[in-house]
């Protein structure tokens, strides 16, 4: 398995070298000429000036430095103990799940994780890259299977950490504020605190440098040299994440660092072992101060216009699509859409089946549920009573849940990768980021102009990823990988915001979460009004859905215009994202399973398929907003994370499948 980065010259070292230096004292000496002074006048005057100085600015410079090395030496061990090049906290899951174990510890013991919010983070960092090499193991530590399990325990650690927050209120607010990466401070405590595990990572890396060179080789070549191959990667991994984690438990997620590092240096000529474990940290401790600098230097008064770590995940999504050609995978998810385990004989009889099975589910979500002496069956007066609750909230879940299911459809045919799906394309994140950007132009906007923005965004975002993946031929790990990029950056928008803990950061949250509890008339007419508007052109449209998968080629030699076919169903499926987003949130991977549902109960052609996934979406997701409500009675837990927590680990069963795996030439 191959996947370091293409060679290049070192033309560019002694420029790197002067520049980044050079931009951090520059950025440095302007933060302290305009930092804002508490006006002259007398002594207590200079004395808090003095204050504010050594206590703030300068701990948090030193702390920047600090954990921006921690971050690239943690980067660049991961890297290269798993030949690598886009292994990083952020994209393993370890920054997810060490902030899943923070929030759950200082949501339910606050005052225990004062004494051991490190072992937290790192016990939750090192069961989340656990899972995920878990996942990969089979594949070889493929990189791309790798990024997609990183993807999803991600996801699923985010989710359980935003049920977590809103469960706890305002206090568990501010740890989303905490997580989203400050570097603000009031002493020397966090650089005490952080600067000897540098030291002593530091050090252990040094003693790694001769195995982390032989794990270089293949997995024989490295035992013919007598390294125990198995520990020795355990403990690098180790020690990768304890410094990941480190930083995680004193400042919070800094996104993207640890990924940012390496690349930097092997750009500007760094290309053995050791020298990227000297270049990597430096390059690491520069950028994030000077990312550091200009978020308070771009910020109104002394106030940081974003915590450091959402403007450092910015960098993520466009160096993830500038790796894209270094990373070459042994294994990828299957061209062609996979193979019904079964074909039907009666697919007609099997979706008359499938809608009276869709029949009873809505029934029983509108009739049956908990109450105080156990559960009931409502009928007649009761009914009628909690009519006017259930109906909208069931009818908002199905119609999201059915365009979810559509929209995914088209993105497996458009793209002929039966693992595409909108949250998996970052089409979900995208519509985050339109939504994002009206939050911060107007304010609080309506319902329409919400709406109109997060389809522009989930459109660019599905154009976007076309557009890079066309230039590889719609190779699939590289159109997943397209789609982690973009999703990233569109997330870092929405992280920027949230951040600053006002009331749009509260309306972003409640998004993200996916909660149908105040769904009314707006939101079920809007469901069931674009269900049929945006679906009804689809039976028009099968013959470009049956031919697209087969590529650009043959589909051109068909006769089938397939830039005009491609963003025409582009617009369908991005419109249908945004507005099923806009009502249960980004993070129900419904898009994902509804075809594979389909797929696997045997339907096979397009239009056999799309009715299904239409009734498959809409059921599961239904059935996910009554188990939301039941599951912890009388407490609720919001339908995109509930559907997240169902869409996730089927997605791990999907990768782990042979089925979908063919080897990649």
Same mark, same amino acid.
């Given at each position: 398995?191959?996947?370091?980065?293409?060679?290049?010259?070192?033309?560019?070292?002694?420029?790197? !070298?002067?520049?980044?230096?050079?931009?951090?004292?520059?950025?440095?000496?302007?933060? /302290?000429?305009?930092?804002? &002074?508490?006006?002259?006048?007398?002594?207590?005057?200079?004395?808090?000036?003095?204050?504010?100085?050594?206590?703030?600015?300068?701990?948090?410079? =030193?702390?920047?430095?600090?954990?921006?090395?921690? $971050?690239?030496?943690?980067?660049?061990?991961?890297?290269?103990? #798993?030949?690598?090049?886009?292994?990083?906290?952020?994209?393993?899951?370890?920054?997810?799940?060490?902030?899943?174990?923070?929030?759950?510890? =200082?949501?339910?013991?606050?005052?225990?994780?004062?004494?051991?919010?490190?072992?937290?983070?790192?016990?939750?960092?090192?069961?989340?890259?656990?899972?995920?090499?878990?996942?990969?193991?089979?594949?070889? +530590?493929?990189?791309?299977?790798?990024?997609?399990?990183?993807?999803?325990?991600?996801? @699923?650690?985010?989710?359980?950490?935003?049920?977590?927050?809103?469960?706890?209120?305002?206090?568990?607010?501010?740890?989303? /504020?905490?997580?989203?990466?400050?570097?603000?401070?009031?002493?020397?405590?966090?650089?005490?605190?952080?600067?000897?595990?540098?030291?002593?990572?530091?050090?252990?890396?040094?003693?790694?440098?001769?195995?982390?060179?032989?794990? !270089?080789?293949?997995?024989?070549?490295?035992?013919?040299?007598?390294?125990?191959?198995?520990?020795?990667?355990?403990? @690098?991994?180790?020690?990768?994440?304890?410094?990941?984690?480190?930083?995680?438990?004193?400042?919070?997620?800094?996104?993207?660092?640890?990924?940012?590092?390496?690349?930097?240096?092997?750009?500007?000529?760094?290309?053995?072992?050791?020298?990227?474990?000297?270049?990597?940290?430096?390059?690491?401790?520069?950028?994030?101060?000077?990312?550091?600098?200009?978020?308070?230097?771009?910020?109104?008064?002394?106030?940081?216009?974003?915590?450091?770590?959402?403007?450092?995940?910015?960098?993520?999504?466009?160096?993830?699509?500038?790796?894209?050609?270094?990373?070459?995978?042994?294994?990828?998810?299957?061209?062609?859409?996979?193979?019904?385990?079964?074909?039907?004989?009666?697919?007609?009889?099997?979706?008359?089946? $499938?809608?009276?099975?869709?029949?009873?589910?809505?029934?029983?979500?509108?009739?049956?549920?908990?109450?105080?002496?156990?559960?009931?069956?409502?009928?007649?007066?009761?009914?009628?009573?909690?009519?006017?609750?259930?109906?909208?909230?069931?009818?908002?879940?199905?119609?999201?849940?059915? =365009?979810?299911?559509?929209?995914?459809? /088209?993105?497996?045919?458009?793209?002929?990768?039966?693992?595409?799906?909108?949250?998996?394309?970052?089409?979900?994140?995208?519509?985050?980021?339109?939504?994002?950007?009206?939050? %911060?132009?107007?304010?609080?906007?309506?319902?329409?102009?919400?709406?109109?923005?997060?389809?522009?965004?989930?459109?660019?975002?599905?154009?976007?990823?076309?557009?890079?993946?066309?230039?590889? *031929?719609?190779?699939?790990?590289?159109?997943?990988?397209?789609?982690?990029?973009?999703?990233?950056?569109?997330?870092?928008?929405?992280?920027?915001?949230?951040?600053?803990?006002?009331?749009?950061?509260? /309306?972003?949250?409640?998004?993200?979460?996916?909660?149908?509890?105040?769904?009314?008339?707006?939101?079920?007419?809007?469901?069931?009004?674009?269900?049929?508007?945006?679906?009804?052109?689809?039976?028009?449209?099968?013959?470009?859905?049956?031919?697209?998968?087969?590529?650009?080629?043959?589909?051109?030699?068909?006769?089938?215009?397939?830039?005009?076919?491609?963003?025409?169903?582009?617009?369908?499926?991005?419109?249908?994202?945004?507005?099923?987003?806009?009502?249960?949130?980004? +993070?129900?991977?419904?898009?994902?399973?509804?075809?594979?549902?389909?797929?696997?109960?045997? %339907?096979?052609?397009?239009?056999?398929?799309?009715?299904?996934?239409?009734?498959?979406?809409?059921?599961?997701?239904?059935?996910?907003?009554? #188990?939301?409500?039941?599951?912890?009675?009388?407490? *609720?837990?919001?339908?995109?994370?509930?559907?997240?927590?169902?869409?996730?680990?089927?997605?791990?069963?999907?990768?782990?499948?042979? &089925?979908?795996?063919?080897?990649?030439?």
């Amino acid at each position: 398995m191959v996947s370091r980065a293409k060679p290049v010259g070192n033309a560019g070292t002694p420029v790197f !070298a002067i520049l980044l230096p050079v931009l951090c004292i520059a950025a440095f000496a302007l933060l /302290i000429v305009k930092r804002p &002074e508490v006006p002259q006048g007398d002594a207590d005057a200079a004395m808090l000036n003095g204050v504010l100085l050594w206590n703030s600015i300068m701990p948090r410079a =030193m702390l920047a430095l600090i954990a921006g090395a921690a $971050l690239g030496l943690s980067g660049t061990l991961l890297q290269r103990v #798993l030949r690598n090049p886009i292994a990083d906290a952020s994209t393993l899951g370890i920054a997810s799940g060490a902030e899943l174990a923070m929030t759950a510890a =200082m949501g339910f013991s606050p005052l225990l994780i004062g004494f051991s919010r490190e072992i937290a983070a790192f016990g939750g960092g090192l069961a989340a890259v656990a899972i995920v090499l878990a996942l990969s193991w089979r594949r070889g +530590l493929d990189p791309v299977t790798i990024a997609l399990s990183g993807l999803i325990v991600s996801l @699923i650690a985010s989710a359980l950490s935003v049920t977590l927050i809103l469960s706890r209120g305002e206090y568990a607010m501010s740890i989303h /504020i905490w997580g989203a990466g400050s570097l603000s401070q009031q002493d020397w405590n966090g650089v005490l605190s952080l600067a000897p595990r540098l030291a002593l990572g530091f050090a252990a890396a040094l003693l790694l440098v001769r195995p982390l060179r032989i794990l !270089a080789l293949d997995d024989s070549g490295a035992r013919s040299l007598g390294l125990a191959l198995h520990s020795t990667r355990l403990a @690098i991994v180790a020690l990768a994440v304890w410094l990941a984690a480190s930083v995680t438990a004193e400042v919070g997620v800094i996104g993207f660092v640890g990924l940012a590092a390496p690349a930097i240096a092997r750009f500007a000529g760094a290309r053995s072992t050791g020298k990227l474990m000297l270049t990597a940290p430096l390059t690491g401790a520069g950028l994030l101060f000077l990312t550091d600098c200009l978020t308070q230097i771009l910020g109104p008064g002394f106030t940081d216009l974003a915590p450091t770590g959402a403007a450092t995940a910015l960098l993520g999504g466009p160096l993830l699509l500038c790796l894209l050609p270094s990373v070459h995978s042994v294994s990828a998810v299957a061209a062609q859409s996979t193979a019904a385990l079964n074909r039907l004989t009666k697919p007609l009889l099997a979706l008359g089946a $499938l809608f009276t099975s869709f029949a009873l589910i809505f029934a029983v979500v509108l009739t049956l549920g908990p109450a105080e002496d156990g559960w009931h069956i409502a009928t007649g007066s009761l009914f009628s009573d909690l009519l006017p609750f259930r109906l909208p909230r069931t009818i908002v879940a199905a119609g999201a849940g059915a =365009m979810l299911a559509a929209a995914g459809f /088209i993105m497996q045919r458009v793209t002929g990768n039966p693992i595409a799906g909108p949250e998996v394309l970052g089409v979900s994140s995208g519509a985050g980021a339109g939504l994002t950007v009206a939050l %911060f132009l107007f304010g609080f906007p309506s319902p329409i102009i919400m709406l109109l923005a997060m389809a522009l965004g989930a459109l660019a975002a599905f154009l976007a990823m076309i557009a890079i993946s066309a230039r590889t *031929q719609f190779s699939p790990e590289r159109m997943l990988l397209a789609g982690v990029g973009i999703g990233a950056f569109a997330m870092a928008i929405v992280t920027m915001v949230l951040a600053q803990g006002d009331m749009r950061g509260y /309306i972003l949250l409640t998004w993200l979460s996916g909660s149908t509890n105040r769904a009314g008339a707006f939101e079920a007419w809007t469901a069931i009004v674009s269900l049929v508007v945006l679906t009804a052109p689809l039976p028009f449209l099968s013959r470009w859905l049956t031919i697209l998968p087969l590529g650009a080629g043959p589909s051109r030699a068909i006769g089938l215009h397939v830039g005009a076919s491609r963003l025409a169903l582009a617009v369908l499926a991005a419109l249908m994202t945004a507005i099923a987003s806009f009502l249960v949130g980004p +993070l129900s991977l419904t898009g994902l399973i509804a075809p594979h549902l389909a797929r696997l109960a045997g %339907f096979r052609a397009p239009g056999q398929q799309l009715t299904a996934s239409l009734l498959f979406g809409a059921g599961v997701l239904m059935a996910a907003d009554w #188990l939301s409500r039941v599951v912890i009675y009388p407490y *609720q837990v919001p339908v995109g994370l509930f559907a997240a927590l169902i869409g996730g680990p089927y997605l791990i069963w999907l990768l782990s499948r042979k &089925e979908v795996r063919q080897r990649c030439g």
